[in-house]
């Protein structure tokens, strides 16, 4: 089939949005059907700080085929078990999110029942004791998992921390291979059919024009196609997500390379610290109705762990989504559909997760009514509940120290969340809802994490004889620890498994 009688994807926009939709598009759509193109910029760059991921990037890259080990020796990467949250639910306090489970259910019910009934009692030993990944994280641990073992080793749940420009250029060489056309320019202006909003072709600065079938915006906040073409509206959160700004500077690294991300709340928001294999990313993430950029970056000078490899860049957003992230014959993906700030780190999550809804439902002609109601319904759904979750941490905190965290205390916050937090607060109980991203053993870390005490726990936990329960429990604490023993040094096994080459 010749060129022309393809149909012709054009993506808008060369960071992680585009490059991974380039990639999975060339991968998995038939070549003789489909002729893909990417328009990036030189003079405007990507925002490229999309460094720490969650498990969910595995299957991604999975599906791409990539091979694990060069793909982090490419990108400086280093694995990760969880965020560890320092000053959160108050100063000196800290807690992890894992990516793993605590324990095992046990007569049907999850394992945290068990554990509070003792911390009812002010008897509760330390969570990381039931949870290896928790445990590994703590004491600078990491292995693949072990399929072949009997013990939490078989299933040990990690994600990636990365260079993100390297990133970018990997997925870059990965779909120029499978045919995607890379093309060099600046859009200078959109052009629509004459008889509909259908975008037609973008016409760059050098005259030359692209025509195409799809249009996938990639162009980051600005939003060029979705929002300043067919002016898409705004849903904006910045009432419950008042952190609308960030200052990244990348450090030295330092002598061990944590396998976790860590999350210092400071008085007007937090701090990151993701470790690579050549440096540390560091990011400074602050509200600027509370602070000014000017003393953002003095702080973030001061606390950096290590000495700064380069300047300091600014960072803005709104905390928010598209109201329609598909319309007519684009779909909008990555910053420009929207964007939660970075506490989860959910951004590469929600760009996968819209790359495989748009390929289930991926137009074979027109773009069908159906088909982008029922896309634009799963991406609201997604985005609403990976807001609640990311609110929670701001919300339930004994944190008054600053005007930043009373605001967070007392502000009013979606009826969808209060909900989960009280039927978590009267009887311990969670329910992952339409599959959403975040399941019951993410949302039990982060409430129990910041505080949040239930005042009852599920009552099959009493039907368990009290000396069983307790057995059960030491002999998941000793399986764990065990476990984490058998696991290497995080440093040595990256020299072994994925060493960069320089
Ligand atoms: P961009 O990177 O902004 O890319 C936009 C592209 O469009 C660029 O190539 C640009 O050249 C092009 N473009 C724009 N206008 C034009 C034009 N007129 N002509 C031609 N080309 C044009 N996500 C995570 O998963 N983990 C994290 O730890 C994480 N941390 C973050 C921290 C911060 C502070 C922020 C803001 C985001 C973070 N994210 C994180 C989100 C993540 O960085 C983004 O989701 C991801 O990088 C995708 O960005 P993008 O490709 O949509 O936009």
Redo the contacts with the bound molecule.
Sequence with gaps: MENKQKSKIVI?????????SAAAFSHILPSEQYAISL????????????????PA?LEFNQMLGINEAEFLAFTHGSFKLGIEFHDWYKKGHQYMHPFGPYGVPMQGIPFHHYWLKDKLRGKEQPLSDYCLEYRAALHNKFCHPQPQSRSALANIKYAY?FD?IKY?EYLSAFSMQRGVNKIK????KVHQQTNSEDIKA?E??DGSYIDGDIFID?????G?LIAQTLKVGFEDWREYLPCD??I?QPSESLAEIKPY?ISTAHDCGWQ?Q?PLQHRM?N?F?FSSEFLSKEVAINRLAKRLPSKALADARQ???INGKRKQAWKNNCIA?????G?I??LE???????QSAIMRLLSLFPSGRCEPANINTYNRYTDDELWRIRDFIILHYKATERDDSEFWRYCRNMQIPDSLQDKIELYQASGRLFRENNELFNEISWFSVMNGQGLIPRAYHPLANHLEESHRQQNLSHIAGAMREAEQHMPNHKVYLQQYCKVKI
């Design positions: 808008v926009g060369g960071g992680s949005a585009g490059w991974m328009v990036e910029s030189d003079s405007i760059g990507t925002v490229s700080v999309g460094e720490a991921t969650i990037i921390h993100a970018a320019g600046d859009i200078k973008v760059l600065a990639c162009s980051g906040f600005k060029l700004s960030a990244a991300t990151w993701i990313g990011g993430v960072l803005k957003w993906i990555g910053l420009s559909a964007f700030e970075p780190s959910t951004g590469l999550q929600l760009i």
